[in-house]
């Protein structure tokens, strides 16, 4: 958001950590540069100037503050976000050991309010829900490694009660915890959807490239080939969709595949709550039609980031068509004509003259091969992103030459489900706003992180419901 310099120096004021990175100050009077949060007296606002960054603080010859030591900020070094993420790790590591959100809290040493904002600023959800995500995977854990009864299950994840671990159980992940275990053995399976699921918009989401190479939606019927399994083999996934249900047939590792399906669908997001926000905001057409809408995760990391680089600044068709090339120079047919998804490997060992006649720009290639050699070497871990704050996650992705504002925040929302990102410079977000708060031009950069604020902390669910907003209704 925009602000003038009072706006900002109310932040300072007050000590805001939340705007940390966002702004540094530096004072004349003494030479040196903070983090807005820094605790040291506060200089009068006609000693202070306002930076973007440590390095404009530096270049105006200012020195860095001892106290909050604000490069080291800037560094990635965060004492708060620090403490934050080692208190999501014990969460994670033993939910049954935090009764509440009230135990959390108190085990933070944070007020209730303060925790609150941040775990919805680095972890973009509150911590009753960490907490309950934390006992789903503990749990799912337990059925496949263990023959325990469901009670004991239920119990040792932290659930208050068997019917309270089975009713949440089958809302998030689409079926029972027994019917979870049977995916041991399983190679079919059938997921409840929600009441009011918008399948009309799921059925486009999976056709939007009629050409594709490795998925396919012929009537109800969805194929695609994905990589499962420790060693990423290529695999048939088919889905038979249905208003009430959808079918899988997977030929191996049913819970991975599950974990896949799950994510294609969204059902482990919060549709309700951004509704409920919506018609607060007094904006109940954006969801008009659609209040189930969920955003449509990719089969993996490593496909959102593909396609946060090649659809960069090019329109869709054109961003289709250079990614079925690219398959087809990196993988081969594996099954009913359809191709396995592109490795890492794959792509990295192509030089940028071979992507040239696809049409790639210099650049485009680079940051293509570039980032899978990062992959391919170990260098970047795609799988440990999603253990990661949404913070951590941003700044990783961030210092990736190539990637931008848009492409970070479209992977951490398509590919990692992070509910409060905005790809901002998006061209669907802004006309979405246009139409939608009848404004007489499109939104910038800096005013569309102040209109999209009014969403947080479900900016993913606004963005999805923004890029349907101007569409017609399949």
């Given at each position: 958001?925009?602000?003038?310099?009072?706006?900002?120096?109310?932040?300072?004021?007050?000590?805001?950590?939340?705007?940390?990175?966002?702004?540094?100050?530096?004072?004349?009077?003494?030479?040196?540069?903070?983090?807005?949060?820094?605790?040291?007296?506060?200089?009068?606002?006609?000693?202070?100037?306002?930076?973007?960054?440590?390095?404009?603080?530096?270049?105006?010859?200012?020195?860095?503050?001892?106290?909050?030591?604000?490069?080291?900020?800037?560094?990635?070094?965060?004492p708060v976000l620090k403490s934050i993420e080692q208190l999501v790790a014990e969460i994670r590591q033993d939910p049954a050991a935090f009764r509440d959100a009230r135990a959390i809290v108190k085990r933070s040493g944070f007020g209730p309010t303060r925790l609150f904002e941040l775990f919805r600023q680095h972890y973009h959800a509150t911590p009753a829900d960490v907490?309950?995500?934390?006992?789903?995977?503990?749990?799912?854990?337990?059925?496949?490694?263990?023959?325990?009864?469901?009670?004991?299950?239920?119990?040792?994840?932290?659930?208050?009660?068997?019917?309270?671990?089975?009713?949440?159980?089958?809302?998030?992940?689409?079926?029972?915890?027994?019917?979870?275990?049977?995916?041991?053995?399983?190679?079919?399976?059938?997921?409840?959807?929600?009441?009011?699921?918008?399948?009309?918009?799921?059925?486009?989401?999976?056709?939007?490239?009629?050409?594709?190479?490795?998925?396919?939606?012929?009537?109800?019927?969805?194929?695609?080939?994905?990589?499962?399994?420790?060693?990423?083999?290529?695999?048939?996934?088919?889905?038979?969709?249905?208003?009430?249900?959808?079918?899988?047939?997977?030929?191996?590792?049913?819970?991975?595949?599950?974990?896949?399906?799950?994510?294609?669908?969204?059902?482990?997001?919060?549709?309700?709550?951004?509704?409920?926000?919506?018609?607060?905001?007094?904006?109940?057409?954006?969801?008009?039609?659609?209040?189930?809408?969920?955003?449509?995760?990719?089969?993996?990391?490593?496909?959102?980031?593909?396609?946060?680089?090649?659809?960069?600044?090019?329109?869709?068709?054109?961003?289709?068509?250079?990614?079925?090339?690219?398959?087809?120079?990196?993988?081969?047919?594996?099954?009913?004509?359809?191709?396995?998804?592109?490795?890492?490997?794959?792509?990295?060992?192509?030089?940028?003259?071979?992507?040239?006649?696809?049409?790639?720009?210099?650049?485009?290639?680079?940051?293509?091969?570039?980032?899978?050699?990062?992959?391919?070497?170990?260098?970047?871990?795609?799988?440990?992103?999603?253990?990661?704050?949404?913070?951590?996650?941003?700044?990783?992705?961030?210092?990736?030459?190539?990637?931008?504002?848009?492409?970070?925040?479209?992977?951490?929302?398509?590919?990692?489900?992070?509910?409060?990102?905005?790809?901002?410079?998006?061209?669907?977000?802004?006309?979405?706003?246009?139409?939608?708060?009848?404004?007489?031009?499109?939104?910038?950069?800096?005013?569309?992180?102040?209109?999209?604020?009014?969403?947080?902390?479900?900016?993913?669910?606004?963005?999805?419901?923004?890029?349907?907003?101007?569409?017609?209704?399949?």
């Amino acid at each position: 958001m925009r602000m003038n310099p009072a706006q900002l120096y109310e932040r300072v004021l007050a000590s805001d950590a939340s705007y940390n990175g966002r702004f540094f100050f530096g004072v004349t009077t003494t030479g040196i540069y903070c983090l807005p949060s820094c605790s040291a007296r506060k200089p009068k606002p006609e000693n202070t100037r306002f930076f973007p960054t440590a390095e404009a603080a530096r270049a105006a010859g200012l020195r860095p503050c001892k106290k909050c030591h604000p490069d080291d900020f800037a560094r990635g070094a965060d004492p708060v976000l620090k403490s934050i993420e080692q208190l999501v790790a014990e969460i994670r590591q033993d939910p049954a050991a935090f009764r509440d959100a009230r135990a959390i809290v108190k085990r933070s040493g944070f007020g209730p309010t303060r925790l609150f904002e941040l775990f919805r600023q680095h972890y973009h959800a509150t911590p009753a829900d960490v907490l309950l995500r934390a006992r789903f995977a503990t749990a799912k854990h337990q059925l496949l490694a263990a023959d325990a009864s469901l009670t004991d299950i239920a119990f040792a994840a932290g659930f208050e009660s068997l019917s309270v671990f089975q009713e949440h159980f089958r809302a998030f992940n689409g079926l029972t915890p027994s019917a979870y275990r049977d995916l041991r053995t399983a190679c079919r399976f059938d997921l409840t959807l929600p009441t009011g699921y918008p399948l009309a918009y799921l059925k486009r989401a999976l056709a939007r490239d009629t050409q594709s190479l490795t998925e396919r939606l012929d009537g109800d019927t969805y194929t695609t080939v994905v990589r499962l399994g420790k060693n990423q083999t290529p695999s048939l996934l088919r889905l038979h969709l249905s208003p009430d249900l959808i079918g899988v047939e997977s030929a191996d590792h049913a819970p991975e595949a599950h974990a896949l399906v799950i994510a294609l669908l969204g059902l482990d997001q919060d549709a309700a709550a951004f509704a409920r926000l919506a018609r607060k905001l007094g904006l109940a057409r954006l969801i008009a039609g659609r209040t189930e809408l969920r955003i449509t995760q990719t089969p993996s990391v490593f496909d959102g980031l593909l396609w946060s680089i090649i659809g960069q600044q090019i329109n869709l068709p054109f961003a289709f068509q250079l990614r079925r090339r690219l398959i087809e120079l990196t993988s081969q047919p594996f099954a009913e004509n359809l191709y396995a998804p592109p490795t890492p490997a794959a792509i990295a060992a192509l030089t940028y003259d071979d992507l040239k006649p696809l049409q790639f720009s210099r650049s485009k290639a680079a940051y293509v091969i570039d980032t899978a050699r990062l992959v391919a070497s170990g260098q970047l871990n795609l799988e440990a992103l999603r253990t990661m704050s949404a913070t951590r996650a941003e700044r990783t992705l961030l210092a990736i030459r190539g990637l931008g504002p848009w492409s970070v925040n479209y992977l951490m929302m398509r590919a990692l489900g992070f509910a409060d990102c905005v790809p901002l410079g998006d061209t669907g977000v802004t006309s979405g706003l246009h139409a939608l708060l009848k404004l007489q031009t499109r939104p910038d950069i800096e005013a569309t992180k102040r209109l999209m604020s009014v969403f947080s902390p479900h900016r993913s669910l606004a963005t999805a419901h923004l890029w349907q907003f101007n569409q017609p209704a399949p």
